[in-house]
């Protein structure tokens, strides 16, 4: 699939308004055994940072939030969800470059053929022969984080990062696809917003608009509990989150630049049922937790969880549910796909 196409299945999520259409096809790709899950995928709950809008940011979670797949864990994960899953993304909350295999998780991926791979880090721990290796896995995607254009808020707000060490990362990829005349992986930047970065974001393409971004997300800041952040309503903001968002929006334009962007419900307390496959399709998984409840993988199948639990029958009762009873939270389906 890759990347672009991906993208374009998200896009098309939002075109199509019937409900009633996504679960039938949702169900037919089920009985026709075809690939329908969008796997998250966090090996180790651990991070090398300590970002201020992030959960690690507070010493009790670090604490009680711990634990790594070993590698016949893996190798089974593999097995049971790499066949099924549309999309795997390799870091889901947690930083997946402090988990030693890392890149072998990405070359698991492409032994199974998942369609499309990605790899979502801070960037920190990445060295030459990381992306060098990246490139001969052909990742589909590598989405880096940033909390700052400016090196002090940068490194403010991601705590124990270094800026130059985040550009260096970024000089590396550019030099590496270029000199192999490589197209993948296709870089992603996301950048989280909240009251005190926000102005500089105006300011984005002048410290970063010389490198190869394929897809630029402009994340709302969200609430994630006891963070060392704690100003977390951008509402007070919001005129000025438009009027920079409108100029990004052009500057992607004219750099062909692919925005995900949030225009329709910075604070997240909407439904929308364009969220309402969300729960079937997205599967995450971590050494804490997984969003199947009752799925022991270590000695269950996907079919055999799905029998069990008559998912297809629960998913032929949703076609013929009213949509008002099926919206679902916007968190992570209320970007709109802006292609250049």
Not at 87 to 107: M, N, W
Not at 155 to 162: Q, V, Y
Not at 202 to 223: C, K, M, W
Request: charged share 25%; proline share 4%.
């Amino acid at each position: 699939m890759q990347a672009d196409r991906f993208y374009r299945l998200l896009a098309l999520n939002r075109l199509v308004g019937s409900h009633r259409i996504k679960f039938a096809g949702l169900l037919g790709l089920y009985w026709l055994r075809r690939r329908h899950l969008w796997l998250r995928f966090d090996p180790v709950m651990s991070c090398n940072l300590r970002c201020q809008m992030c959960y690690f940011s507070d010493p009790n979670f670090a604490q009680q939030n711990t634990g790594r797949f070993n590698a016949a864990d893996i190798q089974r994960i593999a097995e049971v969800f790499f066949p099924w899953a549309v999309q795997l993304y390799i870091g889901c909350g947690t930083e997946p470059t402090t988990y030693k295999g890392f890149v072998d998780i990405v070359a698991l991926g492409r032994k199974y053929k998942v369609p499309m791979v990605g790899l979502v880090s801070n960037g920190q721990l990445l060295t030459a022969d990381h992306l060098e290796k990246l490139v001969d896995l052909g990742l589909d995607e590598l989405t880096l984080s940033t909390h700052g254009v400016l090196r002090e808020t940068y490194e403010r707000m991601m705590r124990r990062a270094s800026f130059d060490q985040f550009l260096a990362v970024l000089d590396q990829l550019e030099i590496i696809k270029r000199r192999r005349g490589a197209m993948w992986p296709q870089l992603r930047l996301n950048y989280t917003v909240n009251g005190d970065n926000l102005e500089e974001l105006a300011g984005f393409f002048e410290v970063y608009g010389n490198y190869s971004i394929h897809t630029l997300q402009i994340r709302p800041i969200v609430d994630l509990g006891n963070t060392e952040y704690t100003d977390k309503d951008l509402m007070p903001h919001i005129a000025r989150y438009n009027q920079i968002l409108a100029g990004i929006e052009r500057a992607c334009h004219e750099k062909g630049i692919r925005l995900l962007a949030n225009f329709e419900d910075i604070t997240y307390e909407k439904t929308t049922m364009r969220a309402a496959l969300a729960p079937e399709v997205a599967v995450y998984l971590s050494p804490q937790d997984i969003s199947k409840p009752g799925f022991d993988w270590r000695t269950e199948t996907y079919l055999g969880y799905c029998r069990r639990t008559n998912w297809p029958r629960s998913l032929l009762r949703k076609v013929f549910t009213s949509a008002d009873q099926l919206a679902a939270p916007s968190t992570y389906l209320s970007y709109n796909v802006i292609e250049p």
